[in-house]
Each structure stands twice: as structure tokens, then as C-alpha cells.
């Protein structure tokens, strides 16, 4: 079952999102999550089975340039995570799934998403549901000195 998370559920969302986000902490993931529900453009989305919890999605509106869409505002796909032993048992589209049909009741005619370069697992992923690639890009930092 896919259910749409509430600020009561968000130290679950956290919990799940801290396995694939490893450089936070379900603290601050839990502050991050509810400040992003509280400005009401975006949702999460919990799969259980058998009252475990063992993935998340998080979406959110982008009205800002998205790569390779035509349309504004496009649903995004901020995140996607399933338990590794539940995996390719189509929970990911599942959770997918409800984030498309979250983003088009709000008026989104384009769903995007990204991944790392290196993350083969998750082009794959997206690749299998139905995404095109749109383009591949490095991006560059540089610090200003005094």
C-alpha cells in the first residue's frame, strides 16, 4: 500500500531517506522534510508491506527552468528510495505512480526527475519507467578568494 505521508509520518520518511542520503542525518532530514511540507508544494509518499515501511518518494513543483521541458510548473522527482531486499518488486513505480498522479492534479502536464552521473542503478531505474534522458551535464564549483 502507498500512502500520501503526513507531518505525523515524516520521522518514517526521514529513517527511509537517511539509507540513500548518507551524508544527512534523520534529524536534520526530519527538520528539512517538514519545513518542505510546510510550503505545501510538494509530497511524500510512504509503501508499506505489511505494516513495514519500505520506501519513500518525494515530489515537489518546479517552476523554474527544467531541463529539457516545455511547460511550468513540472512535477519533479526529488527522491526515490526502496529497501535493497524489496527491491524489483515494482514498489519504486509504485511510489513513481503516485507522484505522477499527485503532479497532474496539480495542474502538471511534464514529470522530470534527475540522478548522479555514476549512478547506474538509478538511470536504469528511470530509464525502465518510461523517462527519456534530456541531457548530461558536470557541474562546476569554484571558490572566490578575498
Not at 14 to 39: G, H, P, R, Y
Not at 47 to 52: F, G, T
Not at 56 to 72: A, I, K
Amino acid at each position: 500500500m502507498v500512502i500520501k505521508a503526513e507531518l505525523k509520518d515524516i520521522s518514517t520518511v526521514a529513517s527511509l531517506a537517511v539509507q540513500m542520503w548518507e551524508d544527512n542525518t534523520v534529524e536534520d532530514l526530519i527538520q528539512e522534510f517538514t519545513e518542505i511540507l510546510s510550503k505545501g508544494n510538494a509530497r511524500f509518499f510512504l509503501k508499506y508491506e505489511n505494516d513495514i515501511p519500505v520506501g519513500f518518494s518525494q515530489c515537489q513543483l518546479r517552476s523554474d527552468y527544467v531541463e529539457g521541458t516545455e511547460t511550468t510548473p513540472v512535477g519533479y522527482l526529488e527522491g526515490i528510495f526502496v529497501r535493497e531486499e524489496y527491491r524489483h518488486m515494482g514498489y519504486a513505480k509504485e511510489l513513481l505512480a503516485a507522484c505522477e498522479a499527485w503532479a497532474r492534479d496539480q495542474g502538471c502536464r511534464e514529470f522530470a526527475s534527475d540522478c548522479e552521473l555514476d549512478n547506474t542503478e538509478s538511470y536504469h531505474f528511470h530509464m525502465a519507467v518510461g523517462f527519456t534522458e534530456a541531457n548530461r551535464i558536470i557541474c562546476f564549483t569554484k571558490k572566490i578568494l578575498k
